[in-house]
């Protein structure tokens, strides 16, 4: 018997509700905020995430590559910035009036050890405001997110933020921090100790016990930003105060993509941290004249679906129920199912949410059928109501019932 592969999961009609929660608040909030919908490809040229993310995990070890039949190297998403941002450069947005605003819903593929919402196969609601640096641009973005959170109605969460630099200040801060790590080499698990040659701020990002306090007690790169970076992070911070968001500064805090630059921050759960991030994101001012196009500042987050419904479920978020059906159309007799037949599809054009039976189900079969789908009103037709073009109509709730002419159930049912 075929399952899912490994690391993904099926999407279930129970599931669906909070789903549709999540999308529908994520719309209305970049509705709110000026955000514009944009769509890419499943997959792209490898080129656009190699280029982009050297050296990371995601290149070296979770992507899915392959080779079309035209001999192009093809990759499927692993992230949802470069596409857009690559869609930025092609579409010749940058003479649109800045920032382009835009967000996406998108499947992810990484191939990562699966657990609890985090598939190898993943969905993503995400955003970018592409074309201006200005600190106020970060601070709406952060907002954003916090509030998305907070109308799903999320508890319980800190906002965390840090600054990482650009590369004027960061590679003095790198060897700040090789320097620091040189003498406790043998205290690191053996992904840091690559780390420390490759990529040092992802040394502060490790989650083992053993590397931890290292890194807990490691230089700050705050304390080691140039003089633009230092300005940058002070009005970020003054425009989060203004904005009420209750933010806590952590040096431990950087990104897993290489392109990041000043800026970052994460939405956690305050009883699991860091590994069950909600949403995260920053600034990547250097992405887009990476991938082919003029200079161009960047900034941006993505929330996993499928984290925010656990958290959702973890927190018992009453979220609305599926739609019941209003009307579902019993018969008896197979002139009276043609008879059925129309009245369903005419109810339907009416606009009411309309199901009939199939099959040959009795009567009493029918109603029970009804009842497991929560049914609001059941019409019955047989042959007393073909006689006298009166449908019989029960109210679900109540047990009361009545008869209506079958022309008029459209007009008498969205009366009632």
Known sequence: MFKAPRGTADILSGEQPYWRYVVAKAEELCCLYGYERIDTPTFEDTGVFERTNPGTDIVEKEMYTFEDRGGNLMTLRPE???PVC???IEHGMHSLPQPVKLYYFASIFRYERPQAGRYREHHQFGLEALGDGDPAVDAEVIDLAWQLCARLGLRNLSLI???IGDPTCRPAYIEVLRAYYADKVDRLCPDCRQRLVRNPLRLLDCKEPTCRPVAEAAPRSIDHLCAECREHFERLETYLNALGLPY??????VRGLDYYTRTVFEIQPQEEGAQNTIAAGGRYDGLIEQLGGRPTPGIGFATGIERLV????????PVPEERRPEVYVAYLGDEAKEVAVKVTATLRQGGL???????GRSLKAQMRHANSLNAGKVIVIGEEELRTGLAQVRDMATGEQRAILMPELVHELRRS
Do not use: D, E
Request: proline fraction near 0%; glycine fraction near 6%; charged fraction near 15%.
């Open 353 to 359: 949410q309309a199901v009939m039976s199939f099959g």
């Open 86 to 88: 690559r869609a930025y």
């Open 161 to 163: 933020i840090n600054s």
């Open 310 to 317: 656990l958290n959702l479920k973890r927190q018992s978020v």
């Open 80 to 82: 949802g910035t470069a």
């Open 248 to 253: 806590i500064i952590s040096h431990r805090l």
